[in-house]
């Protein structure tokens, strides 16, 4: 059973550029999380979908971040422009109907702006 | 605000030895309470869960972790550590009484080295 995917697992980009992190859920999970870990700030909710609506975005740092869930099974994390403050690990978690407190994590992207 | 403490930043044990993260969270009304694993380049992974019922409850991987309302606390335990359990173990906690559902607050996590 594949769990969370998220892409690309690394990315470089110069400060300016759009920057676009993906996501894949569990099949049949009906919620969706982004966070960002850093050294300084730890482990932080950006925001969170239910059944692909947003729920609660007030983690999402300022208007250069937004993210979409076209469908159950993708979701998109964009930074545009990027900032050398937003190099950090961003991962997403998904968690099944009726047990949303049990966030099924990927492995992350590590994104670096230089 | 709901809050996570955890008082270490690293802990290091020699495999074979008996092993307690420390985890105090601030919440005025019942929390639920969990703990996750992160091993070195991968996501976390959910170890445990308290949310009612039992206040000692048993996760994966041989952890098990108590609930101790007076001292506000969530201690993670393990009898023998082996060296794969080298990670950063992070403590959370959500609102048990509605609101923003699957809004986890975490801890800054506690380093775990083993020596052999």
């Known amino acids: 059973d594949a769990g969370v995917i998220q892409s690309p697992r690394h990315e470089v980009t110069e400060m300016g550029q759009e920057v676009t992190l993906r996501c894949k859920p569990i099949?049949?999970?009906?919620?969706l999380f982004w966070y960002r870990q850093t050294m300084m700030r730890g482990l932080e909710l950006l925001i969170y979908f239910n059944n692909n609506v947003p729920i609660d975005d007030s983690g999402m740092p300022e208007d250069r971040f937004s993210a979409k869930m076209p469908n159950a099974s993708f979701s998109t994390l964009k930074i545009q422009p990027s900032e050398p403050r937003d190099s950090a690990v961003y991962f997403c978690?998904?968690?099944?109907?009726?047990?949303?407190?049990?966030?099924?994590f990927g492995p992350g992207t590590r994104l670096t702006v230089l | 605000a709901q809050s996570v403490t955890q008082p270490d930043i690293h802990i290091t044990v020699s495999e074979g030895a008996s092993l307690e993260l420390r985890c105090n969270y601030s919440?005025?009304?019942?929390?639920?309470l969990f703990w996750y694993v992160q091993s070195p380049g991968q996501g976390l992974q959910l170890l445990l869960k308290?949310?009612?019922?039992?206040?000692l409850v048993q996760g994966i991987k041989g952890f098990e972790a108590e609930f101790k309302r007076s001292q506000s606390s969530f201690n993670l335990r393990k009898p023998s550590v082996h060296w794969s359990d080298a990670a950063e173990y992070f403590c959370?906690?959500?609102?048990?009484?509605?609101?923003?559902?699957?809004?986890?607050?975490f801890g800054k996590g506690t380093k775990l080295s083993v020596k052999p």
């Open positions: 099949s049949g999970h009906d919620y």
């Open positions: 978690a998904s968690s099944p109907p009726l047990r949303y407190n049990e966030q099924f």
């Open positions: 959370a906690v959500r609102s048990g009484d509605g609101g923003s559902q699957g809004n986890l607050i």
């Open positions: 308290y949310f009612s019922g039992d206040t």
């Open positions: 919440y005025g009304a019942t929390p639920y």
